[in-house]
């Protein structure tokens, strides 16, 4: 009897990661500042470089996006 199981199994988790970039992080757009947690420097967010794949220019750690 196909057809009565209507539903089962099908799009099971739609809408979970919505908003999501790459990698599962959330994009915040091109504009922005990257911030070292450690010192506190502040420098501009580049255009297709994630902010924790720069180093910070002063002291080497690893920067946050500004929120």
Known sequence: MRGNHQGRGHRR???????RGRMGGF?????????CPNCGTVVPHQVGV??????????????TRES
């Open 50 to 63: 994630p902010c924790v794949e720069m180093k910070c220019p002063n002291c080497g750690s690893p920067m």
């Open 27 to 35: 994009g915040t757009g091109p504009g922005g500042n990257c911030v």
């Open 13 to 19: 988790g739609q809408g979970q990661g919505r908003g």
